[in-house]
Nanobody
């Protein structure tokens, strides 16, 4: 069973940037669609971005600011986040789409100060 470990979160001022990484313990080549999700305090988990081969999709709230990418050779999925806003504050997770319930990691906290 592949395990996913997220990293790269932190505290950043509004307008700043962060790059999140999702490292898999095994090959992600068979995981066709990978995604980044986030959960803000008191809110439901929501999908942020997905990548399927060369195709990417983004939530409207992050379009033009976030970029998802993957490196199958490194078994890693990335999320480049630019022009961060306070409303981007959340715990960020990676997973497949559809979600694999056993794949949830501990997430990485992103806090954007105004």
């Amino acid at each position: 069973q592949v395990q996913l470990v997220e990293s790269g979160g932190g505290l950043v001022q509004a307008g700043g940037s962060l790059r999140l990484s999702c490292a898999a313990s095994g090959s992600i080549r068979s995981l066709n669609v990978m995604g980044w999700y986030r959960q803000a305090p008191g809110k439901q988990r929501e999908i942020v971005a997905t990548i399927n081969g060369g195709r990417t999709n983004y939530a409207d709230s992050v379009k033009g600011r976030f970029t998802i990418s993957r490196d199958n050779a490194k078994n890693t999925v990335y999320l480049q986040m630019n022009s961060l806003k306070p409303e981007d504050t959340a715990v960020y997770y990676c997973n497949t789409q559809p979600i694999g319930p056993m794949l949830w990691g501990q997430g990485t906290q992103v806090t954007v100060s105004s």
